[in-house]
């Protein structure tokens, strides 16, 4: 089974990923990695971590889809994880391959930014964090536009029916939620 959490930055899906691997007992990849590998190893292909998102997912798309379907075709237990995937690329591969590819997107379409940027802050004390060093500023703009990517993120979702949890309001409660969702 391959189990793919994409959405926006900061909403929980490496936590997702890291409690699914445990629990399952198997390896997860960031898409992070990925992209860094791009970024730094081979820039000329144009995709690097200063994109946005649906940039970053539309350009990698080509590759992601090749390498999901090899591993779906020998079957490979994998967690899949980060923001460079969108519900109107992979539905493809879901009906495709409906009994082996769970899916499913986070995001935040209604948080305070304030409370927010006080969690990052919070978080990115505690771990070396790619935000860590980054101005109020910055992070207030970036959550703006998370809030902005979230909102795309659900309205694809719904349009595609694939599963969304939304972190604005509860967010452990959310991230229980899409764990017991990609553990059935």
């Given amino acids: 089974m391959l189990y793919v959490i994409s959405g926006a930055s900061r909403s929980g899906k490496t936590i997702i990923a ?17 992209m860094m590998g ?13 994109l946005f998102p649906d940039d970053i997912a539309q350009r990698l798309w080509s590759f992601l889809k090749a390498m999901f379907e090899s591993m779906l075709s ?3 237990d994998c967690i899949i994880e ?4 969108l ?14 590819l769970t899916i499913c997107f986070m995001g935040y379409t209604d948080v305070s930014i304030d409370k927010k940027v006080k969690e990052i802050k919070d978080f990115s004390n ?7 060093d980054k101005s109020d500023a910055y992070v207030i703009d970036h959550v703006k536009n998370m ?11 719904k349009e595609n029916r694939i599963r969304y949890f939304d972190t604005s ?11 017991k969702y990609l553990s059935v």
């Fill in 38 to 50: 791009f970024t730094n190893g081979i820039p000329e292909y144009g995709i690097h971590d200063k």
């Fill in 82 to 85: 980060g923001e460079a995937i």
């Fill in 18 to 34: 890291k409690k699914l691997s445990i629990q399952k007992g198997i390896p997860y990849v960031s898409l992070d990695w990925i």
């Fill in 169 to 179: 309001k509860n967010f452990i409660k959310s991230i229980e939620d899409a764990i």
């Fill in 74 to 76: 020998v079957e490979t």
């Fill in 126 to 132: 505690e771990k070396n964090d790619w935000l860590e």
């Fill in 87 to 100: 519900p109107e690329l992979i539905i493809e591969l879901f009906k495709k391959y409906p009994d082996k």
């Fill in 147 to 157: 809030i902005a990517h979230s909102r795309q993120i659900e309205k694809s979702c």
